[in-house]
C-alpha cells in the first residue's frame, strides 16, 4: 500500500489547493513532505479496514490480521476500523439493490492523467452497480471535519472510475462518500457523470495546465494550511502582513463595521503565524541561525514511572497493597459489547452527549446556531473559549 498511496505532483488529496492556487503545486515540490504519527497512524487504519473488509466477505482469514505488525493499533482503533467495514458492507447492501452483480475493488489506484498531468491517487473504495458508480474515502483523522460535498479529492477519484469502468457499464450517476468516523461524521454527494465531466472541463483542466507549469496566480485561503511552502510563501506572507496593518491602523478604537472583517481573517493570521514559528524552530534544530534567536530546554514533562510491573511489585514488597484502581470499559468498547441493539436497551437512558462549547464562527458554517440563552446557561460556569 505504501508504494500505491506515493502522491503526484497533482494529487488529488492536494486538488482543493492546486486548484485555487496553481503555483502552490511547484514551489513546494521539491520541500519534504514529513510523516507524522497521525499520518502514519492513519495508513495503519487503512490496512487494518481493508483487511477487515475483505474478512467479512470471506476474502481473507485471521492468520492474515496486519494487527501484529502495527505500531498504532489500540482499542480505538479496532473499534472504528470494524465501523467502517460495516459501512463498506451497507453501501455494498445498496449496490445490491440496483445491481444484481456489482463489484467492489479496494485501495485501486485510478489515473486522472486525462484531466491533469501525471495525475493518479488511490481510492479507498469504488463499487460499480450496473448504471451507479460508488466512491468512498475513510478518514481516519479527527482534526479537520471533511465533507462529501464538492470534495475536489472524490471527485476526481469518480472521473478516474468513470474512464475505467463506463464502457463497460455506462454509468449515469456517482455516488460520493466521506466516513470520518472520529469525528462521528458520513457524509454523501450525488453527480450525475456530466456533472462531473463538465467540471473536469471547466475547473479541473484549466488549474491542472496552469499549477503543472508552475503559473497562474496565487491566492491564499484555508487550503494553504496543507502547503509544503506555508511558512515560506512570500503571497501568504504579505496578506497577512497587510492584515495586521490595517486592523491595527488609527483610530486606536476598530468600530463594528471593522471587526467582522477581521475576524474572517484571524484564523489564517494565526495559522501563518504558527507556521513561521514551526519553520524557524526545525530549521533552529538542524543548527541555522536566527539572528536574535537561540535554541533551549523547556519545561521538563511531568513525573511518569518507568515500569509499571517493577513499581507494584517494589510498592507491594513495601507493605502497599491499595495501589490499584477500577474504572468502566469505554463507551465504545462497551457498545461492541453489547451490540447495538441491546446498548440501548440497557443502557440508553444512563448515555448522555454534552452539547460542544459555542464558538463563533462565519454564517457559511454548516453548523445550525444556537439559541443565545442555551448558550449562555449551558456554559455560565465557564468562560467561552476558541474552539
Known sequence: MTEERQHALLSASAAHRWIACPPSARIGEHKEDKSTRYADEGTEAHILG???VKQALGLADASQSPVPSMKYFNSEMDDYTTDYAVFVLELMEKAYQISKDPILIQEQRLDYSKYAPEG?????VVIVAD???YVADFKYGAGV????ENNPQLMLYALAALDTYDGIYDIE???MAIYQPRREHTSFCNKTADELRQWAEEVVIPAATLAYAGEGEFNVGDHCQFCRAKAEC???AEHNMALTKEAFKLPPLLDD???PTILSQLDELVNWANSVKEYAFQEALKGKKWDGYKIVAGRAGNRKFTDDKAVAKAATAAGYTNIYRQSLITLTAMERMMGKAEFRKVLGDLITKPPGKPALVPNSDKRKPMELMTAVEAFAAEP????
Open 50 to 52: 481493508e483487511f477487515k
Open 120 to 124: 493518479f491517487g488511490t481510492c479507498d
Open 131 to 133: 448504471k451507479t458508480l
Open 145 to 148: 471535519l471533511v465533507d462529501a
Open 173 to 175: 450517476e456517482v455516488c
Open 234 to 236: 512570500r503571497a501568504r
Open 257 to 259: 463595521d471593522e471587526i
Open 384 to 387: 467561552i473559549q476558541d474552539e
